[in-house]
């Protein structure tokens, strides 16, 4: 210091004026703030607005809850409840779900169901957060740190604030656990840049049991498999997410075979088809075989307001009303399947245009009574609470009291209310799945990029449902999650991949010796031609004539041009060699 007083002795605040306190070893600053601290901070600053917007969508489940306090029930719930009591697999839909009924039942029976849907239900929307949030921090650095959380918070909302999606975790369906283990899968595939083994083996399993919950989880497996494989993650990955998402399908196939004696999922694939075709199919083009004959609906009178295959399907009209067998039974999901083939074959454009038909609908603005108006009431909160007959054994039976259906006031009216402001249209749907479909055409080169996997699966999981049934709202709010990843990757950027430093070696191993530095080169002087006999100066025949003959370049003239030489040297040195080089000899 200027007065002579040594820096380590000086107090904190002298040392902070003279700015001695980052840089004096041994002094600690009383001020700083501790690590942990410091790390708290950071994540809050990152990830304060989704912490809010998740707490919104938790209080949002909770008024639900409180409202109506057990499930809301659909047509196929029966069938999922009496799965899980009696432990065997269903002949009309995979029977996945009811695993899972069976497994939360000890835990306060349809409350259990409710807190788990629900909890599905955020850890989606969080899951999807941490993808995006993750994915624009590294693809734009300099970004402020709270931007990227803001902007995947804003692309969440969709996933955690549906009024649609609510309800649809609140109903005794399979569709909730089936969108939490996908996203799950594709959230555990994309997490690294290039997929692990093990990861992609984590992730093929959990979309293979997906596909057990729901049948249309069967594609998903293959998109993954494809995705990976393109985006380089290695034929081992790809084999390993092969092989682990066919263990549960195989798995659930030999549980069927075991009760049912078929090597298959369900009994009523080809009856689903039927009811696809049966929208087009013109028996005056197909010409049925006689026994097929009473699949024709071309002379039954279609009732404007009921989809074509529900009323195929599910009315008086219904021609599994006049068969011998029931509906689950192989032999006529054969002969259903015959029919179906026989009217895609012969009508491919008809069949085409209801799967694109069904396929845009889900972009329509507004929701329309479709496949039926009591179908899409279904699909509302309701005003009271009522369990039909036939429903009511299976309930009580596995859920005792947590069964009763009641409708708690005035939570039920806010949620009511809510639902009628509050989803997202089908045509956002449609916004956000065409920025991801940019986002893939801009990384074309690059397959798709990371935008490749969670379009390909929002994608499939549209048309799949319109190739293979129908359309149903349902079906739909399951691509909603996949519909925002999409979006949301295709505004980010992959980061440059920087070149790994070569690994050191351990001292007193082979090759750990430090090189030497590079000397510069220095021009190689060529050899001087060796001069001619006449030329050369005769050998001093004795010590005393050596002395007295000076060599060439000694002697008073050569001491004097040696210093000037001598600077000259270096500029000189190679244009000499190479005069000597090129000059004859003597």
Not at 82 to 109: K, N, V
Not at 228 to 247: E, K, M, P, Q, S
Request: charged share 20%; glycine share 8%; aromatic share 10%.
């Amino acid at each position: 210091m200027s007065d002579g007083t040594p820096p380590d002795v000086l107090p904190p605040s002298r040392l902070r004026r003279a700015g001695l306190d980052r840089v004096l070893p041994g002094r600690s600053r009383p001020w700083a703030v501790p690590p942990p601290l410091r790390a708290v901070g950071r994540f809050l600053a990152a990830h304060t607005v989704f912490l809010a917007v998740v707490g919104g969508a938790i209080a949002l489940r909770v008024v639900a809850m409180l409202g109506f306090p057990s499930v809301l029930w659909f047509g196929d719930s029966r069938t999922y409840v009496t799965g899980a009591l009696d432990m065997r697999p269903s002949t009309l839909r995979p029977s996945g779900y009811s695993l899972i009924l069976a497994a939360i039942r000890p835990f306060h029976g349809f409350t259990g169901v409710l807190v788990v849907q629900h909890a599905m239900g955020v850890l989606a929307g969080v899951m999807v957060y941490a993808l995006l949030q993750r994915a624009l921090r590294r693809g734009w650095p300099r970004l402020w740190i709270w931007v990227p959380g803001v902007i995947a918070s804003v692309l969440t909302l969709p996933v955690l604030y549906d009024a649609y999606e609510i309800q649809l975790e609140h109903m005794l369906m399979a569709d909730v656990p089936f969108t939490f283990m996908l996203i799950a899968g594709i959230t555990l595939a994309m997490w690294w840049r290039k997929t692990p083994l093990w990861a992609g083996a984590v992730a093929g399993l959990v979309i293979g049991a997906a596909a057990d919950v729901r049948s249309v989880g069967l594609p998903m497996l293959i998109v993954l498999a494809f995705c990976l494989a393109v985006r380089r993650a290695g034929w081992r990955t790809v084999t390993a997410t092969v092989v682990a998402g066919v263990a549960p399908l195989v798995g659930y196939m030999i549980w069927f075979h075991s009760y049912n004696g078929q090597w298959a999922f369900t009994s009523t694939d080809k009856v689903w088809l039927y009811g696809r075709v049966a929208d087009f199919a013109d028996c005056t083009k197909i010409k049925p075989k006689p026994e097929l004959q009473l699949f024709c609906q071309d002379k039954v009178i279609r009732d404007p307001e009921v989809a074509a295959a529900f009323q195929a399907m599910w009315t008086s009209d219904s021609p599994f009303d006049q068969m011998p067998w029931e509906m689950d039974d192989p032999r006529t999901n054969k002969l259903a399947g015959e029919f179906a083939m026989q009217a895609i074959e012969k009508q491919p454009g008809d069949y085409a245009y209801v799967v694109w038909r069904d396929t845009w609908r889900a972009f329509d603005w507004k929701r329309v009574d479709y496949p039926n108006p009591g179908t899409v009431e279904e699909y509302r909160f309701p005003e009271g609470g009522a369990l039909r007959t036939w429903n009511a054994m299976a309930a009580y039976d596995y859920g005792g009291r947590t069964a009763e259906s009641r409708v708690v006031e005035p939570y039920g009216d806010f949620m009511r209310d809510y639902q009628s402001h509050y989803f997202m249209p089908g045509t956002f749907l449609g916004i956000l799945l065409g920025a991801g479909l940019v986002g893939v055409v801009l990384r074309i080169r690059r397959f798709g990029g990371p935008v490749l996997l969670p379009f390909g699966v929002g994608l499939a999981l549209l048309v799949v449902p319109a190739a293979t049934a129908d359309f149903d709202y349902r079906y739909v709010l399951p691509t909603a999650p996949f519909a925002v990843l999409a979006a949301g990757l295709a505004l980010t950027r992959e980061p440059r991949r920087e070149t790994a430093p070569a690994p050191a070696v351990p001292s007193g191993e082979p090759g750990s010796e430090t090189p030497e530095p590079k000397q510069p080169d220095k021009p190689e002087e060529p050899e001087e031609p060796e001069k001619p006999e006449a030329d050369r100066k005769p050998r001093p025949e004795t010590d005393e004539q050596a002395e007295e003959e000076p060599s060439e370049g000694e002697g008073p003239e050569a001491d004097e041009g040696a210093d000037e030489e001598t600077e000259q040297a270096p500029e000189q040195a190679p244009e000499k060699a190479q005069e000597k080089a090129d000059a004859p000899g003597r």
